[in-house]
């Protein structure tokens, strides 16, 4: 089966989280993720859905909605954390 993109939603998910800064808004951190897979057709739930896999893996990508009428998040980075890939690999 041929890929769909060079990098992973999930890898792109990652990689865009580490970039941004600590208060970001969905439909941003959306458009960043297809402009990095370069599949534009993708759906923010599927990116949203990717985070929260993100989240629930490793603690660093660690974030909270802090207004949800114009969605925006903040980062919750605990001291100890540091920034890794599901695969266990620095982010770079």
């Given at each position: 089966?041929?890929a769909?993109s060079?990098?992973t ?8 989280y580490?970039?941004l ?16 897979t370069?599949r ?15 989240r ?16 925006l ?20």
């Open positions: 089966m041929k769909k060079p990098i939603v999930r890898r792109a998910v990652e990689i865009v580490t970039e800064p600590d208060h970001f808004h969905a439909p941003f951190f959306c458009a960043a993720v297809k402009a990095k370069g534009h057709y993708l759906m923010d739930g599927t990116i949203l859905r990717r985070l929260r896999e993100a629930a893996d490793n603690p660093a990508f660690n974030y909270r909605c802090e207004d949800a009428t114009i969605s998040y903040a980062k919750i980075t605990p001291p100890e954390a540091k920034l890794a890939t599901f695969s266990g690999g620095a982010v770079k």
